[in-house]
């Protein structure tokens, strides 16, 4: 998981229709009247005109039961979770989020959604179609250090429920007004039985989650966060009140 301070959009093509006016002229009679009143349409709420919070409301729907995406999500999902994503980013309320990233992104945080997927033969040989699934993802951000880092909860069965995590830590260095460059540093799974269950496929596993390259932060509030990586990656998070792990 890329360090989401741990974050580009599409834009729609524009599609024009020529219209050739009939040489010959056709009255048309009226044979009914239609009254047409505005207040008895039905209305609808764009992008463009919902508030940041409306949004918020509708991607956290639009979410449930994808399992953060990290098994994958089906085409029609993940353009209508990434185009709520591109409306918040549009709305964004702090343009330059490095220039505050201490009163921004400092502190504690929750992974609610991510592009980065596990499929296929990477997610058999890491064991998690059952023999071991997957907790949450929180990201622990100290701006004094510059560090990040990444938490990723597993559980194992047929080990009395072994839990265990995946920790990542990364130093990051501000490159410009939205973007930071991200440096792995360290990586540790615990407890030791943990481990030993991951130890084949460590590499793989690492080199999913691994953070590093440079990081855009494209929306930052008080609770929520979005940010776009040098592969591409999409990550949405939350503020989270966990702050013991």
Request: cysteine-free; overall charge positive; proline content about 4%.
């Amino acid at each position: 998981m890329a360090v989401a301070l741990l974050p580009n959009p599409s834009f729609a093509n524009r599609h024009h229709l020529s219209f050739k006016r009939s040489k010959q002229a056709v009255r048309i009679r009226p044979t009914h009247s239609i009254n047409v009143r505005a207040s008895s349409a039905p209305t609808t709420t764009t992008g463009e005109n919902k508030n940041a919070n409306d949004v918020k409301t509708a991607l956290y729907q639009a979410l449930e039961g994808v399992n953060r995406g990290i098994f994958g999500v089906t085409s029609a999902k993940k353009s209508e979770i990434e185009g709520l994503v591109e409306i918040l980013e549009s709305q964004n309320p702090t343009p330059e989020p490095t220039t505050q990233l201490q009163d921004k992104v400092d502190g504690y945080w929750k992974l609610v959604y991510s592009t980065i997927t596990i499929l296929g033969s990477k997610r058999t040989k890491l064991g998690l179609r059952g023999f071991i699934t997957l907790g949450d993802f929180f990201q622990i951000i100290n701006v004094p250090e510059e560090k990040a880092v990444n938490v990723v909860k597993f559980n194992a069965r047929g080990f009395n429920m072994l839990s265990g995590q995946l920790k990542i830590v990364a130093s990051y260095k501000i490159s410009s007004k939205t973007r930071v460059d991200i440096t792995l540093e360290s990586s540790s799974i615990t407890p030791d039985q943990l481990m030993g269950l991951f130890e084949k496929n460590y590499d793989l596993l690492l080199n999913i989650f691994n953070p590093e390259g440079w990081l855009e932060i494209t929306y930052v509030d008080e609770s929520f966060r979005i940010g776009r990586d040098d592969k591409g990656n999409i990550f949405v998070l939350e503020r989270s009140d966990q702050t013991e792990f």
